[in-house]
T-cell receptor, first 113, second 114 residues
Framework: GENVEQHPSTLSVQEGDSAVIKCTYS??????FPWYKQELGKRPQLIID?????GEKKDQRIAVTLNKTAKHFSLHITETQPEDSAVYFC????????????FGTGTRLLVSP | DAGVIQSPRHEVTEMGQEVTLRCKPI?????LFWYRQTMMRGLELLIY????????DSGMPEDRFSAKMPNASFSTLKIQPSEPRDSAVYFC????????????FGPGTRLTVT
């Protein structure tokens, strides 16, 4: 089955810096890659996603890039703010309707003021 | 809409007891998922339903775990008998059909088995 690896496990940056989180997946049939943000004690929430027919997607300060050949995708956060501090999870899916998600192990991002 | 509703929010029980977790998905959503989150294993999919029918239960750890969805607005995850290693946060999530792919998570149930 699909396996998703995520790095780094923790990431500390200064406010205003950029943050990059990387994930690799094992199954070339995977075609949907969402990113979820989980604040301490709260539920995971989708922040951005990308499908395999797209190489990059942006939403304000957040962007995701996908390299299908290398089977890896990355989350980029620019101009980080303290409220970006959270655990970020990548995931991959190969279902037709993208139902079954396999999650990475998470990256704890700490943005210091 | 109130979002996905889970109850109880916290459950503390003794080893060997039966535990039942409950979930009400977002109205109109036809997919429902049960996840388990632990520090060691991260976020794991246990089982998911489509139109109240279990589609994939390959993530259910063992026979002590069972899940049902008797109607479109209610699902349960039962552990019998419970063990300390079942301690985790259990999330329910739901998703609509069509073009929408986002899974909406509930607030979770923190289970502690002593």
């Amino acid at each position: 089955g699909e396996n998703v690896e995520q790095h780094p496990s923790t990431l500390s940056v200064q406010e205003g810096d950029s943050a990059v989180i990387k994930c690799t997946y094992s199954d070339s049939a995977s075609n949907y890659f969402p990113w979820y943000k989980q604040e301490l004690g709260k539920r995971p929430q989708l922040i951005i996603d990308i499908r395999s027919n797209v190489g990059e997607k942006k939403d304000q300060r957040i962007a995701v890039t996908l390299n299908k050949t290398a089977k890896h995708f990355s989350l980029h956060i620019t101009e980080t703010q303290p409220e970006d501090s959270a655990v970020y999870f990548c995931a991959a899916s190969m279902n037709t309707g993208f139902q079954k998600l396999v999650f990475g192990t998470g990256t704890r991002l700490l943005v210091s003021p | 809409d109130a979002g996905v509703i889970q109850s109880p929010r916290h459950e503390v029980t003794e080893m060997g007891q039966e535990v039942t977790l409950r979930c009400k998905p977002i109205s109109g959503h036809d997919y429902l998922f049960w996840y388990r989150q632990t520090m060691m294993r991260g976020l794991e999919l246990l089982i998911y339903f489509n139109n109240n029918v279990p589609i994939d239960d390959s993530g259910m750890p063992e026979d002590r775990f069972s899940a049902k969805m008797p109607n479109a607005s209610f699902s349960t995850l039962k552990i019998q008998p419970s063990e300390p290693r079942d301690s985790a946060v259990y999330f329910c999530a739901s998703k609509g059909g069509g073009q929408g792919h986002e899974q909406y998570f509930g607030p979770g149930t923190r289970l502690t088995v002593t």
